[in-house]
């Protein structure tokens, strides 16, 4: 019986799912686990795929970990423009007349930059806050890759005022270990916009590198309110706010 050359035998390989390779192919014989653990089938696999920044990368990086990053990626934040209501969303802090969903562009408002975006959340005359905590080990990020590996956590949010009213806005972002103990955080500055504005949305946006070991949730928060004290909803816009996990 002829024996497959491993070039072909890679090939053949690369064309099999990724969690196949990883819990099935390396269990065959010695042979498959050397190639499945080699990055040539996964340098296969991320070309098939067309992720970026494929050609930047060298036979020495972690090309298995790079794979399933990029397969992984997507927004953790659940319901971030209020299509859901406020699903997901926890610790709310109502202050003033509290949160509300509004269609966008709104009164006095602006369309978002961007397609898709129909929604946003509303702050009030007294403080709103809200939150989310990802557990990171749920949504597939296992506990070496976070420990060892130490991907990139990307967090942005956009927010914008009323034309005619001024508002306040402050994001809030910790990395939380197993007990939930904070291992390191971000807080953004108070930001402020006067009265009579151009109503423009603003992204924030914040990176998270070389944490350390032992991040497994991210607690992501963020909040504000009007500076005209107003009955009703003329404080700060909320939507698309993300947090990703980078290859």
Not at 23 to 52: M, Y
Not at 71 to 86: A, D, H
């Amino acid at each position: 019986m002829e024996v497959l050359s491993e070039a072909i035998l890679t090939q053949i390989l690369a064309f099999l799912p990724a969690e196949e390779l990883v819990l099935v192919c390396r269990l065959v014989c010695r042979q498959w686990k050397d190639i499945v653990d080699a990055p040539t089938v996964w340098i296969l696999k991320c070309q098939e795929e067309g992720f970026s920044g494929t050609e930047e990368r060298t036979e020495e990086d972690n090309w298995q970990t790079f794979f399933f990053l990029n397969k992984k990626k997507r927004n953790l934040i659940k319901n971030s423009c209020g299509e859901e209501g406020f699903d997901f969303w926890e610790d709310m802090e109502n202050g003033g007349d509290g949160w509300k969903i509004e269609d966008l562009p709104g009164d006095c408002g602006n369309d978002f930059p961007s397609e898709g975006i129909q929604k946003c959340f509303v702050t009030s005359y007294g403080w709103c806050n809200k939150s989310q905590v990802i557990d990171l080990l749920y949504e597939g990020y296992w506990a070496d890759l976070m420990d060892t590996t130490q991907p990139d956590i990307v967090v942005t949010d956009w927010y914008a005022p009323r034309s005619d009213s001024g508002c306040l806005y402050e994001l809030f972002v910790q990395l939380l270990s197993e007990n939930r103990d904070v291992l390191t955080e971000y807080k953004s500055e108070t930001i402020t916009i006067p009265q009579f504005n151009d109503a423009n949305w603003n992204q924030i946006s914040h990176t998270f590198s070389g944490y350390g070991p032992g991040v497994r949730f991210v607690r992501f928060q963020h909040g504000g309110q009007d500076t005209m004290y107003w009955k009703g909803w003329f404080g700060v816009r909320v939507t698309h706010s993300t947090v990703t996990i980078q290859p």
